[in-house]
């Protein structure tokens, strides 16, 4: 584990302090969540830029076009 001088502004200090009381964690397990939910959500987005640069879209209109005509089942209409 590692150790992290971080200057935070005070209003901004202030309220991670509410949020992380109102979630009923420490400050410090609030920011490293923090931390975890941006490097997740960059993770995620680089994984899904990469998958679609290998995407083949005609392969893909093909498959769809595949697809038979069934009814609807009860309970899955559109809205």
Known sequence: ???????????????????????NVSLNQ?????????????????FFRERAERANPEKALNILNSVTKTPTIAGDELA
């Open 1 to 23: 584990m590692s150790q992290f001088a971080l200057r935070i502004p005070d209003s901004l200090t202030a309220y991670a302090k509410e949020l992380a009381r109102e979630d």
């Open 30 to 46: 609030f920011i490293v969540l923090a931390l975890a939910e941006k490097v997740s959500a960059l993770k995620t987005e680089t």
